[in-house]
Each structure stands twice: as C-alpha cells, then as structure tokens.
C-alpha cells in the first residue's frame, strides 16, 4: 500500500525558504511503512522514524514537537479530507456536506486496516488520543456548532435549543453506524436522510 509520493529528500534544511515538502512526505511515508509492517504505536520512537524515512531525528523535531503530533499528521493524510469550505446556502446543506465527511472516514476506516488499527491503538494512548482529539475532533465538533448557530440566528432552527445537544443528535446516528455497527451500510445518501429526519422536528414552527 503507497501512503504517499516515494522518494526521499536529503536532510538539508535551507534557513529562510519553506520547509520541504519531499522530506515531510519521507517522514509520513517512513512512519506508514513502520505501521505497515505491524510494528505497534508504542514502539514507533521518533529515532526509528527517523531511520526508516532516511532523515536525522533533528529534522523530525523541527517540524513536529514530539510522536504524538506527527501521528495525528499521518492519520489526517490517510484519511479523507475535511471539506475545505462549507457551501454556506443554508444550515441544511453545511450539515449535509460535515455528515458526508464523517461517512466518508467511516468507509475509510473499514476498507483500510492499518487505519482500523492505528485508531484502535490510539485510544489506548492517552497522549496520542488527547492529541488527535484536540487538534482533529474538536475542530470538528466546533465547525458543527457554528452551523447550528448560524441556523438559529438565520431562523432555521428554534432559537430554544441547545446547539451542543443537537449537534451531537445529528451526528450521533452517522457515527453509530460509521463506528459501532460496522455491518451497517452507510448508503450515498444516508447523510442527507439523517439531516432532513432531525431537522423536521427542530425547525421552527411557522
């Protein structure tokens, strides 16, 4: 399985210019052939990402703080991207496309097994698990709440509610099925069924 572009850069880092991107693309692929090849997170140290990708352990550090970080940025290059922008024509249609994604990342996660693997593990490391979660999830979670707050001042949703609730109760469904029932199918279309379901109870009634 090809993570990323292969090729490694030499470890040269020029002061002034942007870092390079071949030689961040080196220490990703290094550590997604060390994940390949079943060695488990606990034992991934950034000497032997550094050994494995080719570069000194100096050029790792410059660009992340610590193995915590650069697994977070191994698994968001793995994963499908989040959308870059929302369409912003209604809080219907934002929540429709922030469901897609997390279906998205739930078929990923089933048809990948180092993802399956790598997520499994990193529950169990509590730095690793607070370091995704701070910089993955709740971003996320944040984008989802705004949409519901642009939805109550715009009159799309009852301005009575409580957002944090309610954007757990739309996302609830899709990660039931995306996390804890992989038999469950997740349909092209389920996102936008879970969002038209919830909204027809939670719109204002005219």
């Not at 698990?129 to 715009?154: F, K, M, T």
């Not at 039931?176 to 469950?184: G, I, K, S, T, Y």
């Given at each position: 399985?090809?993570?990323?572009?292969?090729?490694?850069?030499?470890?040269?880092?020029?002061?002034?210019?942007?870092?390079?991107?071949?030689?961040?693309?080196?220490?990703?692929?290094?550590?997604?052939?060390?994940?390949?090849?079943?060695?488990?997170?606990?034992?991934?140290?950034?000497?032997?990402?550094?050994?494995?990708?080719?570069?000194?352990?100096?050029?790792?550090?410059?660009?992340?703080?610590?193995?915590?970080?650069?697994?977070?940025?191994?698994?968001?290059?793995?994963?499908?991207?989040?959308?870059?922008?929302?369409?912003?024509?209604?809080?219907?249609?934002?929540?429709?496309?922030?469901l897609?994604?997390?279906r998205?990342?739930?078929?990923?996660?089933?048809?990948?097994?180092?993802?399956?693997?790598?997520?499994?593990?990193?529950?169990?490391?509590p730095?690793?698990?607070?370091?995704?979660?701070?910089?993955?999830?709740?971003?996320?979670?944040?984008?989802?709440?705004?949409?519901?707050?642009?939805?109550?001042?715009?009159?799309?949703?009852?301005?009575?509610?409580d957002?944090?609730?309610?954007?757990?109760?739309?996302?609830?469904?899709?990660?039931?099925?995306?996390?804890?029932?992989?038999?469950?199918?997740?349909?092209?279309?389920?996102?936008?069924?879970?969002?038209?379901?919830?909204?027809?109870?939670?719109?204002?009634?005219?």
């Open positions: 399985m090809s993570f990323v572009g292969s090729g490694t850069a030499p470890d040269q880092p020029v002061r002034g210019r942007p870092r390079s991107e071949a030689v961040e693309r080196a220490i990703l692929e290094g550590t997604m052939k060390l994940l390949e090849d079943g060695v488990p997170l606990a034992e991934i140290s950034i000497e032997r990402i550094a050994r494995t990708a080719g570069v000194g352990k100096a050029t790792i550090y410059r660009r992340w703080s610590g193995k915590e970080e650069l697994f977070v940025d191994v698994l968001r290059t793995a994963e499908p991207q989040d959308p870059e922008q929302l369409p912003g024509t209604s809080m219907r249609d934002d929540l429709i496309v922030l897609e994604s997390l998205q990342r739930g078929l990923a996660n089933r048809s990948s097994a180092i993802l399956h693997n790598v997520h499994a593990q990193m529950k169990s490391s730095k690793i698990w607070a370091a995704y979660h701070n910089s993955v999830i709740l971003p996320r979670r944040r984008a989802g709440v705004e949409v519901l707050r642009r939805g109550q001042q715009n009159g799309e949703l009852r301005a009575d509610l957002v944090e609730l309610v954007n757990d109760i739309i996302v609830g469904p899709m990660l039931v099925r995306a996390v804890l029932r992989p038999e469950a199918d997740l349909p092209e279309d389920l996102a936008e069924r879970i969002v038209d379901t919830l909204l027809a109870g939670l719109r204002p009634v005219n």
